[in-house]
């Protein structure tokens, strides 16, 4: 296992459920202190959560870069040292963002999707059956 990643325990899931988890969540974690924010690009497939990219910003989304701020957003994440890869991994973790947090969203999105298919069968249906 890359330090990059964080193993999590898959929770016990239906067949079919199951069946529609094979995708990947990508993540925007921005943890803002003051007028900057580190911002975390992850993604997890329900058993790991992996970090692809750090980049350090203005916490407000709107404020135009000056002739001062840099257009560098940092290194390739896999290209860090090991122990500052887990350092990162270690403080998202202390927040909460963690593999069982990915795989707790990647369920919740399955589950939202099913839902929304299933109101959207029933609208077509009710418009297929207007006369």
Known sequence: MSTNEARCSRRAVSPSLAQNINCCLTMRIQVAKGSSALVFACASDGDLMTISHIAHESADADVEEDDNTSS??????????DTLQQAFLDYLEERGITAELGCYLRLQTVEKTTVEYQAWL???????SLE
């Open 122 to 128: 029933a609208r077509v249906k009710d418009f297929v």
């Open 72 to 81: 560098y957003t940092g290194p390739v994440f896999e290209e860090l040292d």
